[in-house]
C-alpha cells in the first residue's frame, strides 16, 4: 500500500513538473512571437512612411488627429528636415467601404500640402479589380484622370469622376475606387483639423526623432 502511495506522489509531482515546464516554454514562445510580430509591423511601418514622403532626415512624434465630422481618429507622422522643420505629413488612414471590407492606406502630403505618395497596407479587394489600387491610383493611364500624385486634396474633388469628381474609376472596379478615396479624403480632413494645432509653419518642432526617408 504504501509503495502504491509512494507511486502515486511520484506520478503526481512528475506530472506537475512537465505541465509546469510546458506553461513556461509556451509563455516564452508567446512572448518571443509577439515581439517578433510587432517588430515586423513597425519596420512595415516604417518603410510604409519613407515610401510615401519626400526625403526626409528623421521622424518626429506621431499624434493622433480627429476626422473633421466624425468621432474617428488618424495617427499622424511628421518627418522633419536636419533642423527640424515638418517637410511632410504620412497619414496612416483606412475605411470600411471597400468591396470586401477594410482597406487600410499609408498616404503622404508634401509641404505643400499635395499628395506625395501612398502605400496600400491591407485590403481585402477582387484580385485584378480592386486589388489594382496600388498601381492605377499611382501611374498616370492614356487618357485617364486616375494618378492621385501631386494632387492637392483641398483642391482637387477627391471622388470618381461617375460621381462628379476628378478621379477616374479603377475599371470595373468603382465600389473599391470610391473607398480608396474616401480614405485618401479622411487622411485629409484628419490634418486640415490638426494644423492648428501641429500644421506645417515651418518652425523647428520638438520630437522624437528617427532617421529614415527615401530618395
Known amino acids: 500500500m504504501a509503495k502504491i502511495a509512494s507511486n502515486f506522489k511520484n506520478m503526481v509531482i512528475?506530472?506537475?513538473?512537465?505541465?509546469?515546464?510546458?506553461?513556461?516554454?509556451?509563455?516564452l514562445m508567446n512572448q518571443?512571437?509577439?515581439?517578433?510580430?510587432?517588430?515586423?509591423?513597425?519596420?512595415a511601418q516604417e518603410e510604409a512612411i519613407a515610401s510615401v514622403l519626400p526625403r526626409f532626415e528623421k521622424l518626429g512624434k506621431s499624434y493622433m488627429a480627429a476626422v473633421d465630422g466624425e468621432k474617428d481618429s488618424?495617427?499622424?507622422?511628421?518627418?522633419?528636415?536636419?533642423q527640424g522643420v515638418i517637410i511632410g505629413l504620412a497619414v496612416k488612414t483606412y475605411t470600411n467601404s471597400g468591396f470586401s471590407g477594410?482597406?487600410?492606406?499609408?498616404?503622404?502630403?508634401?509641404?505643400?500640402?499635395?499628395?506625395?505618395?501612398f502605400q496600400v497596407l491591407q485590403h481585402q479587394e477582387t484580385p485584378g479589380l480592386g486589388s489594382k489600387m496600388q498601381?492605377?491610383?499611382?501611374?498616370?493611364?492614356?487618357?485617364?484622370?486616375?494618378?492621385?500624385?501631386?494632387?492637392?486634396?483641398n483642391k482637387a474633388i477627391l471622388t470618381v469622376s461617375k460621381d462628379g469628381g476628378d478621379v477616374d474609376a479603377i475599371t470595373a472596379a468603382t465600389i473599391s475606387s470610391r473607398a480608396f478615396l474616401d480614405a485618401v479624403s479622411r487622411a485629409t480632413?484628419?490634418?486640415?483639423?490638426?494644423?492648428?494645432a501641429d500644421g506645417m509653419t515651418g518652425a523647428t518642432q520638438q520630437h522624437n526623432e528617427k532617421e529614415g526617408g527615401k530618395s
Do not use: Y
Open 32 to 43: 518571443l512571437t509577439t515581439d517578433a510580430i510587432s517588430m515586423s509591423q513597425k519596420k
Open 102 to 117: 477594410n482597406i487600410q492606406i499609408m498616404v503622404g502630403f508634401d509641404k505643400e500640402n499635395k499628395i506625395s505618395g
Open 135 to 153: 498601381e492605377w491610383f499611382s501611374t498616370p493611364k492614356e487618357g485617364k484622370k486616375n494618378s492621385i500624385i501631386g494632387l492637392d486634396p
Open 189 to 196: 480632413k484628419a490634418i486640415n483639423n490638426s494644423k492648428s
Open 14 to 27: 512528475t506530472l506537475c513538473v512537465v505541465t509546469m515546464g510546458s506553461g513556461a516554454i509556451l509563455g
Open 74 to 82: 488618424l495617427n499622424i507622422f511628421p518627418a522633419l528636415n536636419e
